[in-house]
């Protein structure tokens, strides 16, 4: 769907960030509400690694490219791991890319675990 406004009163829209730790090498999808900004110092945290060793990650990893990433687009089994803000927990109207950032597939928070499962990947919950 194309109209972003008219999207927001339908569903809950999830901006997907996609971030590197260069410290420990390793690549992390961010799940998080569209309209919240990711604290990159709590994450830091969480991660155990410093904030200057997060930085947005090389979508070529990912086989797309920038504004396009969405956890829908995954292969199985890639060096990734994803974390997702509590808010999105128990929701039935989630919002995601569907490979293109011009539409949207909205799913549950159920639908999306048992998807990622379904793919060897466990969702964490940002603290």
Do not use: W
């Not at 509400?33 to 990650?57: C, H, Y």
């Not at 086989?63 to 890639?78: C, F, H, N, R, Y």
């Not at 808010?87 to 998807?115: M, P, R, S």
Request: with cysteine; charged share 20%; net charge negative.
């Amino acid at each position: 769907m194309n109209d972003l406004p008219e999207m927001q009163n339908k569903c809950t829209l999830v901006k997907n960030l996609f971030i590197f730790d260069k410290k420990h090498e390793k690549y992390y999808l961010i799940l998080e509400n569209a309209d919240s900004k990711l604290d990159f110092k709590k994450l830091a945290d969480q991660l155990n690694t410093s904030r200057s060793s997060l930085q947005f990650a090389d979508t070529k990893v990912l086989k797309t490219v920038s504004g396009m990433v969405s956890p829908l687009i995954l292969e199985a089994d890639l060096p990734l791991h994803i974390l997702a803000n509590a808010d999105l927990i128990n929701k039935n109207d989630l919002g995601f890319h569907a490979g293109t950032n011009t539409e949207t597939i909205v799913i549950t928070y159920h639908a999306l675990l048992n998807f990622l499962n379904s793919l060897n990947y466990m969702i964490e919950i940002l603290k």
